[in-house]
């Protein structure tokens, strides 16, 4: 297929073991995102120096592994975000009351459970699929 590396699955696919909890839903995906935030630490050409804001302060203290936990957690609300973003550009709606407070609970908090309550607004605009 084009475009598609060997092992990589299709963005519309549904696999075979597809996880029926959003909680299950969104461990998926913070996996998947781990695996490509620890393909990126083990690359061997490093990436392009471009003016990037300075770690928060609550990191500085975190092993590698939580480092990693955490710029997984961070990268798939960074895609939810985008997918909530498209999906607001296309109906012109306003923001889902309570989003917004998930996400700051989020930003303050990263952690799986705080994501999933952030996933709960969007699987019910059936976003997730």
Same mark, same amino acid.
């Given at each position: 297929m084009?475009g598609r590396?060997?092992g990589? &699955?299709?963005?519309?696919?549904? &696999?075979?073991?597809f &996880?029926e909890?959003?909680?299950?839903r969104?461990l998926?995906?913070v996996?998947?995102?781990?695996?490509?935030?620890?393909?990126?630490a083990?690359?061997?050409r490093?990436k392009?120096?471009?003016?990037?804001?300075?770690r928060?302060?609550?990191t500085d203290?975190?092993?590698?592994?939580?480092?990693?936990?955490?710029?997984?957690?961070?990268?798939?609300?960074?895609?939810?975000g985008?997918s909530?973003?498209?999906?607001?550009?296309?109906?012109?709606?306003h923001?889902? &009351?309570?989003?917004?407070?998930?996400?700051?609970?989020?930003?303050?908090?990263?952690?799986?459970?705080?994501l999933?309550a952030?996933?709960?607004f969007?699987d019910?605009l059936?976003?997730?699929?």
């Amino acid at each position: 297929m084009i475009g598609r590396r060997s092992g990589a &699955p299709l963005k519309n696919s549904v &696999p075979a073991e597809f &996880p029926e909890t959003l909680t299950a839903r969104m461990l998926a995906r913070v996996n998947v995102a781990r695996l490509l935030v620890d393909r990126r630490a083990n690359a061997t050409r490093p990436k392009s120096r471009r003016q990037r804001p300075a770690r928060p302060a609550s990191t500085d203290s975190l092993s590698l592994e939580e480092l990693r936990e955490f710029h997984s957690l961070r990268r798939v609300f960074r895609d939810l975000g985008v997918s909530y973003r498209r999906y607001r550009g296309q109906t012109g709606g306003h923001v889902v &009351p309570g989003l917004r407070d998930a996400a700051y609970n989020f930003r303050a908090e990263p952690s799986l459970t705080s994501l999933v309550a952030v996933a709960a607004f969007l699987d019910a605009l059936d976003l997730l699929s």
